[in-house]
């Protein structure tokens, strides 16, 4: 069984800085594309960044471009989320997934963890 554990979340101000970790069991993740989303208050979940099994290429959404970086450490089956310049609107619980290669369509995964709240004040 798949399981995924969030953490490193936490309130901060805007303009300030937080990193996610993931750490993943029951799986093949060396081999696995892996992503995060995130479900902000009163919103749909929404992918906000993903990364190759090899780590080689990422991807973001437009709302954090620039601002947030994915990596990965295969030798310990986690995956990271740097997120830099942090806005109000970034409030949300951050949840990571392994997912099929370019399908960010949060509705075809199921296998959420518990998720990391991440709270972002003005």
């Known amino acids: 069984q798949v399981q995924s554990v969030e953490s490193g979340g936490g309130l901060v101000q805007s303009g300030g800085s937080l990193r996610l970790s993931c750490v993943a069991s029951?799986?093949?993740?060396?081999?696995?594309?892996w992503a995060w989303f995130r479900q902000g208050p009163g919103k749909e979940r929404e992918f906000v960044a993903a990364i190759s099994w090899s780590g080689e290429s990422t991807f973001y959404s437009d709302a954090v471009k620039g601002r947030f970086t994915i990596s990965r450490d295969n030798a310990k089956n986690a995956v990271y989320l740097q997120m830099n310049s942090l806005e109000p609107e970034d409030t949300a619980v951050y949840y990571c997934i392994s997912v099929r290669p370019r399908h960010y369509d949060p509705s075809e995964y199921y296998d959420w963890g518990q998720g990391t709240q991440v709270t972002v004040s003005s």
């Open positions: 029951g799986t093949t993740f060396s081999s696995e594309t």
